[in-house]
């Protein structure tokens, strides 16, 4: 099965709001993750990672909250804009040194 | 700088023909991994080369699937005979270190008729 999944498949909010995406994950040794974004017909995009040492982590607008004991980890996109709307996937190394285990993705959809 | 290019970006193959797609990593990049994603899931691994050389193949779906990075550059994914089930988009990634930062071409989509 899945080590990683999500919560919800899609969400929508309005332009200027706070946007929250939610991943869970099954294997309690899993010691690094990664928000990847993907707009419609391009590949994955980088946007923040955390490793199992911290229990949060700011970049530019987004933070990475990461919830050890629940093994949860959320994606915080502030002031979310008409640009952000994506899939957004968490993604964590699976045990490997190389390849990534991804969840399904949330559709996240901005409204002018 | 030039990011991951594939070609090409849309191939459509009657069912039984030979395809094949092609990487362009990030230059100086040594990690290069072939996905495959299905219609509304993540990218699935199928491959990882280090290199020239093909650590790990665990994720190809069946023995139809080849891929080769020769010069360590460039790499191919060969589907043969293709089947209807094989219709995804066919995602190339590289990154420097491993796992870490990997950077993703646009993709492939291979639609199978």
């Known amino acids: 099965g899945e080590s990683v999944g999500l919560h919800l498949p899609t969400l929508s909010v309005q332009e200027g709001d706070n946007s929250i995406i939610n991943c869970a994950y099954s294997?309690?040794?899993?010691?690094?993750f990664i928000w990847y974004k993907q707009e419609s017909g391009k590949g994955p995009q980088f946007i923040i990672d955390i490793r199992s040492n911290m229990d949060k982590r700011q970049g530019q607008r987004v933070t990475v909250l990461l919830n050890k004991t629940v093994k949860h980890l959320s994606l915080q996109i502030a002031a979310t804009q008409p640009g952000d709307s994506a899939v957004y996937f968490c993604a964590e190394p699976g045990g490997s040194n190389y390849k990534l285990t991804f969840g399904k993705g949330t559709l996240l959809t901005v409204n002018p | 700088g030039a990011g991951v290019s594939q070609s090409p970006r849309y191939k459509v193959a009657k069912r039984g023909q030979d395809v094949a797609l092609r990487c362009d990593p990030i230059?100086?990049?040594?990690?290069l991994f072939w996905y495959q994603q299905a219609l509304g899931q993540g990218p699935e691994f199928l491959t990882y080369?280090?290199?020239?050389?093909?650590?790990?193949k665990s994720g190809l779906p069946s023995d139809r699937f080849f891929a080769e990075r020769p010069e360590g550059s460039v790499s191919t994914l060969k589907i043969q005979r293709t089947q209807q089930e094989d219709s995804a988009v066919y995602l190339c990634a590289s990154s420097s270190q491993g796992y870490y930062e990997q950077y993703f071409g646009p993709g492939t989509r291979l639609t199978v008729t």
């Open positions: 080369f280090q290199n020239e050389a093909q650590l790990d």
């Open positions: 294997n309690s040794a899993s010691d690094y």
């Open positions: 230059s100086g990049h040594v990690s």
